[in-house]
């Protein structure tokens, strides 16, 4: 089997962060991961990026997360991809399949819907995750839900231990009425996160093989607790 986190921030992309993409990559080694997926915070959420600078030096910036981790995930033989987080107003999903090319090709992606995001990324042969669907909502109360605009659900988001695992028990019923695949990630921040996300029955070469396998629900397992209680 073969670990990977779908799910982790660095101090360059996201504001809330408190490690380096590096220090990220070696903790994860050190955790026995064979590969992560850097899903920094974009210009609709928590950044760390200026957004009053131009759009591609924004997006140069941006990804330098992704890629101080690829440098280092090479030199200690982690595998890294990219990937993003968007935000709408807190309500947020992870996106996976686009490339920083890409990104500085859509200037006006801030400007998207949910539902045109969807279908941007779609065209461009991405994947649409909703990440913690039942974060930032009370108990019993409705989420902002969107089963048209997404291909999978994050179930077992291991920030939500901290927060009530009602959201993550939530988040598993909403996929199952909806027939939607699912996801598993630690939205790992610093050194005190939980690590979580998927093992896989064969190694992750590319993005897109992941993209494949989420979407035919097969040839993988969503960590359901802290990894440390599993390694």
Same mark, same amino acid.
């Given at each position: 089997? =073969?670990?990977?986190?779908?799910?982790?921030?660095?101090?360059?992309?996201?504001?809330? &962060? %408190?490690?380096?993409? *590096? !220090?990220?990559?070696?903790?994860?080694?050190?955790?026995?991961?064979?590969?992560?997926?850097?899903?920094?915070?974009? =210009?609709?959420?928590?950044?760390?990026?200026?957004?009053?600078?131009?759009?591609?030096?924004?997006?140069?910036?941006y990804?330098?997360?992704?890629?101080?981790?690829?440098?280092?995930?090479?030199r /200690?033989?982690?595998?890294v991809?990219?990937?993003?987080?968007?935000?709408?107003?807190?309500? !947020? =999903? +992870?996106?996976?399949?686009?490339?920083k090319?890409?990104?500085?090709? %859509?200037?006006?992606?801030?400007e998207? $819907?949910?539902?045109?995001? #969807?279908e941007?990324?779609?065209?461009?042969?991405?994947?649409?995750? %909703?990440?913690?669907? =039942?974060?930032? %909502? @009370?108990?019993?109360?409705?989420?902002? +839900? #969107?089963? @048209?605009?997404?291909?999978?659900v994050?179930?077992?988001?291991?920030?939500?231990?901290?927060?009530?695992?009602?959201m993550?028990e $939530? &988040?598993?019923?909403y996929a *199952?009425?909806?027939?939607?695949?699912?996801?598993?990630?630690?939205?790992?921040?610093?050194?005190?996160?939980?690590?979580?996300?998927?093992?896989? !029955? !064969?190694?992750?070469? $590319? /993005?897109?093989?992941?993209?494949?396998?989420?979407?035919?629900?097969?040839?993988?397992?969503?960590?359901?607790?802290?990894?440390?209680?599993?390694?």
């Amino acid at each position: 089997m =073969f670990l990977y986190e779908t799910h982790m921030h660095t101090s360059e992309g996201s504001a809330c &962060a %408190h490690l380096s993409a *590096k !220090e990220q990559v070696r903790m994860y080694k050190e955790l026995g991961y064979d590969g992560i997926f850097v899903t920094d915070h974009f =210009f609709g959420g928590n950044t760390a990026v200026s957004r009053n600078l131009p759009w591609k030096e924004r997006i140069e910036r941006y990804c330098l997360g992704y890629e101080h981790a690829k440098e280092e995930g090479d030199r /200690v033989g982690l595998q890294v991809f990219f990937g993003i987080e968007t935000g709408f107003c807190g309500t !947020e =999903f +992870l996106v996976y399949g686009v490339d920083k090319e890409w990104l500085i090709s %859509h200037p006006d992606m801030m400007e998207w $819907s949910i539902k045109k995001q #969807y279908e941007m990324i779609h065209r461009a042969g991405g994947l649409v995750v %909703h990440a913690h669907p =039942f974060r930032g %909502h @009370d108990k019993g109360k409705a989420a902002k +839900l #969107y089963p @048209d605009a997404v291909d999978a659900v994050e179930v077992y988001n291991l920030g939500n231990i901290w927060r009530g695992v009602w959201m993550n028990e $939530s &988040a598993l019923s909403y996929a *199952k009425e909806q027939n939607l695949p699912i996801t598993g990630g630690g939205d790992a921040h610093n050194a005190g996160s939980l690590h979580g996300g998927i093992l896989t !029955e !064969e190694r992750i070469c $590319s /993005v897109e093989e992941f993209i494949r396998m989420i979407l035919k629900k097969t040839g993988y397992d969503v960590i359901k607790d802290s990894i440390k209680e599993k390694v």
